[in-house]
Structures are given as C-alpha cells and as structure tokens.
C-alpha cells in the first residue's frame, strides 16, 4: 500500500504507507564492514587498520594532530553507535548536532538507494525532480514570503552566500555578527563567527564588525530581567550601526538560537527588534538556522517560535541529517526579484545533489508521518526541562539550565553566587581538566556528550525514545557528580 504527500499533478511519486517509524534492528555482536564481510566486536586487526590509516593519513580539523586520538567506529543505529569493541554510545550530540533522525534511519538510506539507482548526480543548471520537490517542501514551511532556495553543500557556504546576496542587493558591504556565534570555518564565515576559532584565521573578511547579543546569565549591559535585556541588547545593536556606519551596513546575521557558543534563547521581542532595526536602516537580516532549522527546537525553523519573519534562512544539518553534505539559503521574494533581471554571480558544482536531496525529501516524509515536531515539544516540556530543572537543588556546580525541544544547555560554576565558569573561557590543558572529567563520566555511562568550554549541551537525535532519553539524562546526572567536586 502506498499514499502520496502533497505533489501536483504529473509529478506524483509514491512513498511507503505510514509504518512505525522503529529503526532496523541494532548490531548487538558485531558489524558489516564496506566490502560486506560480518566481524565480531573485539576485531582487533579491524580497528587497528583502522586507528592506523586514520593516524597515518587523515589530517583532522580544529586539532593539533599529535594531540589527538580519534575513537573509530564500526556501527551505528537509531540513536547508538558503537566503537569496534562493542561499547554502545547513547549519541546526546547527534554527533554535531546534524544527525536529527538517528543513525541509519531506514528511510533516509532507502531514498538514497533509490535516487542512486535511477540517477546518481547531476550539474545544477539542470532541473531535477528531488532537487525541485525539496526546494518546494522548504518553501511550504518557511515564513512568510521566503519562496526560493538555493542550494549549497552545508552550512558555512549557505552564510558565505547569503552574505554575497545581501551585499549585491544592498549595495553595502558591511555584515554584524555576535561574539557569541559561530557561522562555519570558511573566508567570510569564519570572519562572521565571534568565538575563538575566528582569531587564528585573521585578518579575514575586513567588513565584519561584532556585537553584543542578548545573555541574561552574563549579561553585557547588567541586566536583571529578560525585558532589561532585550531593551539593552537592541540599543547596543543600535549604537553599533549607528557607529559602523548604518549606510555601510548590508546584513545583519544572527543565529536564532547560538548554537554551539551557549544554546542561548533570545529573550521575548529581541528578533522583532532586530527585524526593526534591519526594516528602520536598510538592512538585511539574515536567520542562521544551521544548527536549530528542521526539528531541533521543536519547530521547521526557529524563528516561528518567535513569529519574526527574516529576509534569508541559511540551513544544512538537519534538513536531511548529514546523510549525504546539503545546505541551502531560503530567499524571500524581494531579494529573489532583484536577481531576475541582474545575474547571481556564485554556485557550485555539486549544489542540490540529487543523493542529498533524496534524503531531504524522505526527511520531510518521516517528519510528517511520524509527528516528529510534536513529539519534539512533547518530550523537551515532559522530560528534559523538569528533569534538568530539577538538578540545580542537588548539583551546586550547576548554575543555569537553558533552552527548548531537544536543545539544551547546562552551564557549569565553581561558585552560583559569582557564576565563575567551572574552566575558563577557551580553555585548553589542565585548565580544561574538570570539563574533560564530565564528559569522560559521561562516556563511561554510555553517553556521547556534546561540551563546550564550560557547559553540558543536550541534543539527542530527534527520533530518541523517551526511555534512551532518560537513561541519557541519568548518566549526565552522575556526570555532574565529578563537576560538583570543584564548586565552592
């Protein structure tokens, strides 16, 4: 039996019936490798062919390369990976908080077996049909007039072209970004992102300027209630157009929620106030939805939680859990129209590749035959925020807990009434050694943490069964155990 999902006439193409959405069977005593050879966990020659050409010949990112140990991976499946000796890993990072429908889902796989069989690639100034219906899905759930897409292979890209599009339109140059972001590793992305990756790639993008966005916890402009921060936070983003110059100033970029530097949640009116700013000034505001666009926070993109509508959407991740590299930029109508008569100077060859977007479409099917949105909401309101709420009255190093759907964070002290930060800010070394603890305890209990210098993330994938949630939440509860040592 088979049903359709929302295609016009003449482009009709038959999905699965609605089944339970229980992902095939998990590898309990060993795995498959490429060629299809069975081995048993405990493979030792596997995993040391393995460590050896990884140490001998894969040159890794964001490392020191003699500092490192990468753990190999046999096997993946749902929510769990294991290691080549069998040890199973709850994934609380969805590796990089990409991996939104698990590991293996089945449809995921199928739709690209499928697509691979029929027509594997194909150059983008093409028409292609899953490249065309997927463009068409992310539109139908996009705000307000944000109607077209153009496809990039990920995340960085998306920002780099939505900031070329932004400068072409306004005839502008300069971009703002936070301190507290990050917008990929690329030239202009990594000149946007505030953390500290961006300082060894400078000089970069010359036309970045930083702000300030909204941290009631460690508020900037010495906040003590989420209005206060809102009215401070847009009057600095103010003063900082005004002072770069508001003429100067083609986009404004901004994370819905900072992903990696803090799962910081806008406070209520700060977007619409910065979609004021961008409307009052002539400038594009760009929603870096990388990280929390296709299901994380409990909605298609993040902005419709705080009904704030953006000129651009960049996203890639979750659009079809990393299963095959996609990313994209949402455009609204006003800024495609000025490209209809005047050439888009940019593109890539392998942009909305048919394999990827195979996987967006069965995506967009899961998400709507297995109600993963609602069950996103569900189990963030229902387990993880009374449960995590909970440890701040047991857990003193445990200053603040953060966040929405299956996106969290758990910000770690040394003392609550200062708020010091359990290690410094970038730190590395033995400064490092309490958050290295945690995440070891975490590990050791079975869970694959996501850290960040001094915070605990939550971001399991979204198809997680409330049970693995819980044992998940447990473990990172005995974790907090080893950073209770050092809180005063």
Known sequence: MTDTIDRPAGTTRTVPAARPAAPIAAPRTGFTDRRGAEHPFGDSDAETQVRSDDRSHVFHSWSAQAHIDPLPIAAGQGSTFWDYQGNAYLDFSSQLVNLNLGHQHPDL?????????????????????VRGELARLIARVAPGTLDRVFFTNGGADANEYAVRMARRVTGRRKVLSMYRSYHGGTATAISLTGDPRRWANEPGDSSVAHFFGPYLYRSAFHSTTPEEET??????????????????????????????????????GYLAGVRELCDRYGIVYIADEV????????????????????????????????????????????????????????????SGHPLACAAGVATFEVFERDGILERVRDLGSRVVEPEITAWLDRHPSLGEVRGRGLFWALELVRDRETREPLVPFNAAGPDAAPMGAVAAACKAAGVWPFTHFNRVHIAPPLIIDEAELRRGLAAIDGALSVADRYAR
């Open 231 to 268: 009215q401070r936070a847009l009057e600095h983003l103010e003063n900082v157009i005004v002072l770069e110059g508001a003429a100067t100033v083609a986009a404004i970029i901004i994370e819905t929620v900072v992903g990696t530097n803090g799962v910081l949640v806008p406070p209520p």
């Open 109 to 129: 796989v199928r739709g690209i077996q499928e697509q691979a069989g029929r027509l594997a690639t194909i150059q983008p100034s093409m028409a292609n049909d």
């Open 291 to 350: 990280m929390v666009g296709f299901g994380r926070f409990g909605e298609w993109f993040a902005v419709d939680a705080f009904d704030v509508v953006p000129d651009l959407i960049t996203f890639a991740k979750g659009v079809n859990s990393g299963y095959v590299p996609l990313g994209g930029v949402v455009i609204s109508d006003r800024i495609a129209d000025f490209f209809d008569e005047v050439p888009f100077q940019g593109g890539l060859t392998y």
